[in-house]
């Protein structure tokens, strides 16, 4: 298994509705999570960080489900710059940064 | 002002020879990384330097070899190209220690991307 998974896509999701997606980590002892976004041809950029709590950036929310050993990105009223690559990141117990694979996402008008 | 910065931007050489990539960034952090990105898209974690130190060395052929001048460099010199090397290279930086020097795992800022392609 290994240790972040995601689903590669791509998501095609039409302007304006709501697309969400999951990452899994397998290594119950990581210490914190984040989102990058990552545009075509570019390098990849903090989105957001994702807290136990759960956190909220506009239109972006980031949830953490320690039990389950996932986090998830919800994006509403979806905009065609929002066509990105999201990198899920894990930091595990030694503080290193395990990188996902990436979802792409596709925002059609 | 240029955060992480990479030189080349793009690269095109030949199997065989060597070539290095140079990464410079001015945001003051402690650590530095070089990533390999394939034309799947996997973003791969190659090496990582904090304050000058090696603290990762993943799993990559011996012809790679970083140096770290100082904590605001790390190039990356490659000898003997082969055709698997093309890809994508990304530098990037991060402040992984406080003044107790504990560790903190945070935000990474990336250098543009260095397109190598081997022929």
């Known amino acids: 298994r290994k240790e972040v998974e995601q689903d590669p896509g791509p998501f095609n999701v039409p302007e304006g509705a709501t697309v969400a997606f999951n990452c899994t980590y397998s290594n119950s002892a990581s210490q914190s999570f984040f989102w990058y976004r990552q545009d075509c041809r570019k390098e990849p950029k903090l989105l957001m960080s994702?807290?136990?709590?759960?956190n909220e950036d506009g239109r972006f929310t980031a949830q953490l489900n320690r039990a389950s050993q996932y986090i998830s990105l919800l994006i509403r009223d979806s905009k065609l710059s929002d066509s990105a690559t999201y990198l899920c990141?894990?930091?595990?117990?030694?503080?290193?940064?395990?990188w996902g694979a990436g979802t792409k996402l596709i925002i059609k008008p | 002002d240029t955060a992480v910065s990479q030189t080349p931007k793009y690269l095109v050489t030949q199997m065989g020879n060597d070539k290095s990539i140079k990464c410079e960034q001015n945001?003051?952090?402690?650590?530095m990384y070089w990533y390999k990105q394939d034309s799947k898209k996997f973003l791969k974690i190659m090496f990582s330097y904090n304050n000058k130190e090696l603290i990762i060395n993943e799993t990559v052929p011996n012809r790679f070899s970083p140096k770290s001048p100082d904590k605001a460099h790390l190039n990356l010199h490659i000898n003997s190209l082969e055709l698997g090397d093309s890809a994508v290279y990304f530098c990037a930086s991060s402040q992984d220690r406080g003044t107790s020097g504990r560790r903190f795992g945070n935000e990474q800022f990336f250098g543009p991307g260095t397109r190598l392609t081997v022929l």
């Open positions: 994702v807290y136990s709590s759960g």
């Open positions: 945001l003051g952090h402690d650590t």
């Open positions: 990141v894990v930091v595990d117990s030694n503080y290193q940064l395990i």
